[in-house]
């Protein structure tokens, strides 16, 4: 645009008389000029129509301009009808209101100069000398139209928008209308002057939702969002404005303040190649800090349910109007929402949405769980405990209820749109799921929870579990319970992130899926990073997203797409949209019900990370999984029945620490929701076994068909497989060996061995398991303990047993009882009653009740003669040990003996009648026999025996495994020994 035509950027002084003398002109120019003036409408009327005309012949064209109204200065007055929102049920929830709020102008007088440029560089660079269209812009627009039937780009100029905001407030998106909409923009562009154009521009279009109004014109909006009058607004200010209505809610200053700022930046831009502005003046505008002069909008009027209306039904009614055609852009749709008098049908139940809300409102909930931020300008800010939900009908997709939050005037987003990392909730999805359903793994395959190692460009990694420890061998079914992480990035590496995320791409999870903003939430790149098998995404997924995604288990693998609007009908009662949501078979019905049925450990297995809810509804049929992200950021939880899969995220906005006391909280928030819909549709009944999915009973630790050994670390479970994956092999992971134990290291016995030091156990033999090649050798887990000795006796000679399995469990001995002691001389005399299988003792000393014990003697008799007592002492201990080729008893109770104040002690070591083999200073055996309570690698205590010495059969002294997500319980087998 040449510098004479239209304001620019000057002083008062200057802006008056540049005003004047454009007035002048242009009315010069009409004045000198009539017919050539109607001449040229009419050259470029029928330039712009001439595709048509030659496409489909006059006739239709003439056709299209029957009933058109005529047009002038009264045309653009009110005229709007409210949008009406219905649930499921035909209860109406809420309008779009028909006018919002409005200040009109008179004059673009009554603006600054600034903003009338803005508004020309942004929106129609030609404003001030095109008539009314730009002919080559609509020509390509009709052309796309007859040759695709779809009009790819509108090219409207400022008189069209303004035709189109006043006299088509419903905004079809038709040939019709497109036609019509030229005719008028000549005719206005005639009948008005551009200061007049412009002003009524101004005063129609739409500037969004600001606070709790829709709002149009230049004047409101200018009002609540810098509080001055729009006369009055700097060059950056009137730049920022004039970015708003090329997309109110993407522009929204409020919701997306950096969209905003980067469509300002344009607009300035625009200004500076056309003159409008100054290099100077650039310089100083886009180096602005806009943001800080942006006022809070109102608080007041807000409509019922606004999260539902503003934030989750407008943006998908705007979307579906211009998926359907029925509107250009969603600039028109969301334009026309509030006059075009549209009768919108939802999925919405609004009972259910009432529920929701009412819990999210429940102040003394969330009592104390607001946090203080404190923002990079050093203000300080309120962060609400915030919470999104979406609750969803599993066999349509249908969603039924959203919480977009707590409290719409503090916090606005919708944080049922909100991207964020999901955690663990993402295992079910996109590791296990798949997995089971490619056949790589059963629900009883072995995994291994130990210490990993991965080099990688990026550097070295070494995952953790949440827990400070790490189990060992776990079957997949504990390993998913109990959200350990090694397990489940183990698995992701054997199937390959590129296999998992092909599910995820077919239940609404894929790169092309976007917030209804259009923000990203899953991106290509994280098919490239092993960490998203833990929830390590780089943007994360919406509530709604993950909601969805979980309803295909509930739904025997299919996956229908969510949606909420059923249907759309115009003011008369004509359709003009109907839901067509997509379905996908993503997994087999087998893999589903499996993963269902392992997911129910979750909320009901006493080691599950949801037993919180569980609990509050004992006997249902409830499955589900959490999810935590790195120092508790977001908490997850996706519980779903037959019927509803409901989702839940907790957090802070500004990704603040969830503190440990309320971040269960999330569970109690869920099971509110939900009780009202157990309580009237209880989950009692049983989820459906497909045809082949059979069952096994199995070794918890191995997988495998178990054997008289199974029950020594683990429990027999009873497993639901793929017909055709269950198990055929009988265990192999419990052993039994034969070791001895040299300076508290347990070594496998050999041929050099001396026989009465040679014990036997039973021991954990580690299979091949998934990932095996990243396993750190000799990584320490719960279970080391009890690993199978891999190291010979240094003295040499053959292995005697290297761990063998049986199908025999070993005779269980008793510990040795009714021992009686004497003194004979200087020597004690001890004797006991006989046990059952045993053929020979192990007899210890201590000169304390509590140990520690050493070995005296071994005999294959029921008596013994310590004849090399210690000095120094006026009391010793005996306890006894009885053993067999494959047995240990615990210790007896410790037995105490009054010394003689005189003892001389013998010349020679060794006592009574046992054969002297060194062993004397040997510490006592660790096998738990009878009276030793279970010891456990998941949830239980690792149980101590009874014996004196308070040796335990595991690895933690203290007897009790305090994490709070605690290994799978091991039931030992009474008398066999450990490997510690």
């Not at 943001?291 to 349910?305: E, I, R, S, Y």
């Not at 199937?495 to 990203?520: C, E, I």
């Not at 990704?655 to 099971?671: A, D, M, Q, T």
Request: charged share 15%.
């Amino acid at each position: 645009m040449g510098k004479e035509q239209g304001p620019k950027n000057t002083n008062k002084k200057q802006d008056t008389k540049a005003l004047a003398r454009a007035d002048a002109a242009r009315a010069e120019e009409r004045k000198r000029h009539p017919i050539w003036t109607a001449a040229k409408v009419t050259m470029f009327g029928l330039g712009s129509l001439v595709v048509l005309g030659v496409a489909t012949g006059a006739g239709y064209v003439s056709s299209m301009l029957k009933g058109l109204p005529h047009v002038n200065a009264s045309t653009f007055q009110n005229n709007l009808a409210a949008s009406v929102v219905y649930d499921a049920n035909g209860k109406v929830i809420g309008t779009f209101k028909g006018d919002g709020d409005r200040q009109p102008i008179s004059s673009i007088h009554q603006v600054s100069t600034d903003l009338v440029n803005s508004f020309v560089a942004g929106e129609d660079k030609t404003f001030f000398t095109n008539i009314g269209i730009n002919p080559l812009s609509m020509g390509r627009a009709v052309v796309q139209d007859v040759l695709g039937h779809k009009i790819e780009s509108g090219a409207s100029t400022i008189t069209q928008q303004t035709v189109k905001l006043a006299v088509f407030p419903q905004q079809e998106r038709t040939v019709r209308r497109k036609v019509q909409e030229i005719a008028l923009a000549l005719e206005v562009n005639h009948e008005l002057s551009k200061d007049e154009i412009m002003a009524d521009y101004m005063n129609w279009v739409y500037m969004g939702r600001l606070g709790t109004d829709n709002v149009y014109g230049v004047k409101r909006a200018s009002e609540i969002i810098f509080q001055k009058d729009p006369k009055n607004l700097t060059l950056p200010e009137a730049a920022f404005l004039a970015a708003i209505p090329n997309n109110p809610s993407y522009f929204s200053p409020y919701q997306f303040p950096q969209h905003t700022v980067a469509r300002q930046h344009y607009i300035l831009e625009q200004m500076l190649v056309n003159h409008m502005i100054s290099q100077s003046a650039y310089n100083q505008a886009i180096h602005f800090n806009i943001l800080k002069d942006v006022h809070k909008a109102p608080t007041v009027g807000l409509p019922a349910h606004p999260y539902l209306m503003l934030d989750e039904i407008k943006p998908r009614v705007i979307s579906a109007l211009v998926q359907a055609g029925v509107y250009d852009s969603a600039t028109d749709a969301e334009s026309a929402l509030p006059k075009a008098g549209l009768q919108i049908h939802t999925t919405i139940d609004l009972k259910k949405q009432d529920d929701v809300e009412n819990v999210l409102q429940n102040a003394s909930l969330f009592k104390g769980t607001n946090k203080t931020y404190k923002g990079p300008n050093g203000q300080t800010t309120t962060d609400l405990y915030e919470a999104g939900v979406t609750i969803i009908n599993n066999q349509t997709g249908a969603i039924v209820a959203v919480g977009g939050g707590r409290d719409y005037l503090k916090d606005s987003y919708d944080h049922a749109d909100l991207a964020r990392q999901p955690g663990s909730s993402i295992k079910p999805l996109l590791d296990y799921g798949p997995a089971i359903d490619q056949k790589l793994i059963t629900a009883a395959t072995p995994l291994y929870d130990a210490p990993t190692h991965f080099s990688l460009p990026s550097g070295d990694w070494n995952p953790q579990d949440d827990e400070d420890d790490f189990v060992g061998l776990m079957s997949a079914r504990d390993a998913l319970a109990q959200s350990r992480n090694v397990p489940a990035i183990d698995i992701l590496e054997e199937l390959t992130p590129q296999v998992g995320f092909s599910y995820l791409d077919k239940m609404g999870l894929s790169p092309s899926d976007k917030t209804l903003y259009g923000n990203p939430t899953i991106v290509s790149d994280d098919a490239s990073h092993l960490s998203s098998a833990i929830g390590g995404l780089d943007n994360g997924a919406t509530v709604e997203q993950m909601t969805s995604a979980y309803t295909t288990f509930a739904n025997q693998g299919v996956w229908h797409q969510s949606y909420m609007i059923q249907s759309i009908d115009d003011q008369t009662g004509r359709v003009i949209y109907t839901a067509h949501p997509k379905t996908s078979q993503v997994f087999s019905p087998a893999t589903a019900y499996i993963i269902t049925d392992m997911l129910h450990d979750v909320l009901y297995s006493a080691q599950g990370t949801a037993v919180t809810v569980g609990s509050q509804f004992p006997g249902q049929y409830i499955s589900g999984k959490t999810g935590t992200t790195d120092n508790l950021t977001d908490g997850w939880f996706v519980g779903y029945t037959k019927q509803y899969t409901t989702g839940i995220w907790m957090g802070y906005n500004h990704h603040e620490s969830i503190s440990p006391s309320v971040y269960n909280l999330k569970f109690n928030v869920w099971s509110d929701i939900m009780r009202p819909i157990l309580k009237q549709s209880p989950a009692t009944t049983p989820w459906q076994r497909p045809a082949n999915v059979v069952t096994e009973s199995v070794s918890s630790i191995s997988g495998q068909l178990p054997t008289a050994l199974s029950t020594a670390h683990g429990t027999i479970e009873t497993e639901p497989f793929i017909d055709g994956t269950q198990p055929t092999q009988k265990d192999s992971v419990d052993v039994v060996a034969k070791y001895v134990v040299i300076g508290g290291v347990k070594y496998l016995a050999t041929t050099n061995t001396p026989p009465q030091d040679v014990r036997t156990g039973v021991f954990i033999k580690l299979p091949s398991v998934p990932d095996q090649a990243h396993k750190v050798a000799g990584g320490e887990t719960f279970q080391s303990p009890y690993l199978l000795p891999t190291r010979a006796d240094p003295r040499g000679g053959q292995v005697l047993d290297g761990g063998s399995t049986t199908d025999t469990a070993p005779t269980q001995l008793a510990a040795p009882t009714q021992i009686q002691g004497h003194i004979e001389d200087s020597s004690v005399a001890l004797s006991w009653k006989p046990v059952t299988s045993a053929l020979h003792y192990a007899v210890y000393r201590s000169t304390r009740a509590n140990g520690p014990f050493v070995e005296v003697g071994n005999t294959s008799a029921t008596s013994y003669t310590d004849s090399h007592l210690p000095t120094g002492t006026d009391v010793v201990y005996y306890v006894i040990y009885a053993q067999s080729n494959n047995a240990l008893s615990d210790a007896s109770t410790p037995f105490g003996i009054q010394l003689p104040t005189q003892i001389t002690p013998p010349a020679h070591g060794g006592g009574g009648n046992t054969t002297a083999n060194g062993t004397g200073g040997s510490t006592p055996p660790t096998g738990n026999g009878t009276n030793s309570t279970g010891s456990g690698t998941g949830g239980g205590s690792t149980g101590s025996g009874n014996s004196s010495n308070g040796t335990s059969t595991g690895g933690t002294t203290n007897g009790t495994h305090t994490n709070s997500t605690s290994p799978p319980k091991v039931d030992w087998m009474p008398g066999f020994g450990s490997t510690q």
